[in-house]
């Protein structure tokens, strides 16, 4: 069975949304044996990456930072202290729970990788580029209270966090203020850190993050990141522009699917690049779209 017949299933699926229970136990069985394995392989895929991010930090050169200040906090230090991943596993648990894609450790740790390699590229100071990777990697520890205003909560769990490892209170409020306005629905880039973990944690699109093990049961969500094999933000220093380059399978979700979801994400990313003083791109499947 090829990714035709897939699509195929996956749109009798999507057509049944409401009345589930009419669906035949042999195309769901069908489904399931086209799309488990995908689903598998996706997740082996976030444990290597897991191991990957959660070994060397993504920072400016260590002996100019040690210089200025050997005393300052780490992006080591962070993830060494005993509350972030107990934080980030709960967070991840309980919204697997309710049917969210991976908010845990990989998402956590990829995001603090790009957006430190954001303000790397765009030559910012070296402190800015460890606080946005520090931000990056606690910015949905909310989530283990609640998802929602988890920005907000999340940023109050991250102040105990650096406060407990006498992080100075000037980018402990840095760090708040990224964490606090990393959504959506009430956050602005303000500052370089907070623009930075913009960008990467709406770039982080792709099949690894489905948690759901039913392909019968994927909503709109889980077909986008599940059809995303492939996301890359990339950043031109000399020409200023950030683009996310994303690869889409169209037989599993369409481009019109990924702008229903994502498009007020995409418009924050905008306003994050501008606040960088630079410009927003997007490409799909080689085809630029912004």
Do not use: W
Request: hydrophobic content about 40%.
């Amino acid at each position: 069975m090829d990714m035709r017949d897939d699509a195929r299933l996956a749109n009798e699926v999507e057509k049944l949304t409401h009345t589930a229970d009419t669906l035949s136990l042999d195309a769901k069985d069908r489904m399931r044996k086209v799309v488990e394995p995908k689903i598998e392989a996706a997740v082996a895929q976030r444990e290597a990456m897991v191991a990957e991010l959660t070994s060397e930090p993504v920072q400016a050169p260590a002996s100019e930072l040690a210089k200025a200040d050997p005393r300052r906090v780490t992006i080591t230090h962070v993830r060494n202290h005993p509350h972030t991943f107990a934080y980030l596993d709960a967070a991840n648990q309980q919204l697997k729970l309710i049917g969210y894609t991976e908010h845990g450790r990989r998402h956590a740790a990829l995001v603090g990788h790009i957006g430190a390699n954001v303000l790397r590229r765009l030559k910012f100071s070296a402190r800015e580029i460890e606080l946005a990777e520090i931000a990056g990697l606690l910015h949905d520890i909310g989530n283990s209270i609640n998802r929602n205003d988890h920005g907000q909560t999340g940023a109050i769990l991250a102040k105990d966090i650096l406060s407990s490892l006498e992080m100075p209170i000037d980018e402990i409020i840095t760090i708040m203020g990224a964490i606090g306005n990393h959504e959506e629905e009430r956050g602005h880039a303000v500052s370089s850190v907070a623009a930075a973990l913009i960008l990467a944690d709406k770039s982080d699109v792709h099949r690894s993050r489905v948690q759901n093990s039913d392909p019968t049961t994927f909503d709109i969500h889980d077909r986008v990141n599940y059809a995303a094999t492939k996301s890359f933000l990339r950043v031109d220093s000399e020409q200023r522009r950030v683009t996310l380059q994303l690869t889409i399978d169209t037989e599993m979700a369409s481009v019109m699917d990924y702008f229903e979801i994502f498009l007020s994400r995409m418009v924050m990313c905008r306003r994050a690049a501008e606040f960088l003083g630079s410009r927003f791109g997007l490409s799909i499947n080689d085809v630029s779209v912004l």
